[in-house]
């Protein structure tokens, strides 16, 4: 038993030692790969730096840009917030005033028809009035003078007809 015992060992050592070899050359091979990778990117790492600096330059001034931004359009918010509240109180302002003016106007008129209203009556019974009577006065003349004027006698059915209309 102790020569199988011993054959099975120096089998998995052989197994082991082969298998050790085989790594070894792999590790030869991504050593040799890697040294070929190294020389074909290190003529791109100064660009490569270059661009890294650019781009940090770039990113440190787009920083201060956007900072300078945000103060500016907090101040555009502040000022418009201010103006905002101005307008709304001049158009509070300016719609009360409108209001009042409105009222006021209204009175005005609602006077001016009164007053119109009292001048038409006034004119009526103070002018009017005058002249109807002042007419009643001369178409009475103008009767009295064309009955008086009258050179005939009037005949019966005349005179009964004036008897009739003045019944």
Not at 70 to 92: G, H, P, R
């Amino acid at each position: 038993m102790n020569d199988t015992l011993l054959l099975v060992l120096t089998i998995f050592v052989a197994i082991a030692a082969f298998a050790m070899l085989v790594q070894a050359c792999m590790l030869v091979g991504v050593f040799l790969v890697a040294r070929k990778l190294q020389q074909k990117a290190m003529p791109m790492f100064p660009q490569v730096e270059a661009i890294l600096g650019i781009s940090r330059r770039t990113a440190e001034r787009a920083e201060k840009q956007f900072e300078q931004l945000s103060v500016t359009s907090s101040a555009v918010l502040e000022t418009t917030k201010t103006q905002i509240s101005k307008m709304d109180e001049l158009l509070t302002d300016a719609s009360r005033r409108a209001k009042v003016q409105m009222d006021r106007a209204e009175l005005v008129l609602d006077d001016t028809m009164t007053r119109m209203q009292e001048t038409v009556a006034i004119v009526q019974s103070g002018v009017i009035r005058p002249i109807r009577e002042l007419y009643g006065i001369i178409a009475g003349l103008r009767t009295t003078i064309a009955y008086l004027g009258r050179v005939r006698r009037p005949t019966v059915d005349h005179a009964t007809s004036d008897e009739e209309m003045f019944i």
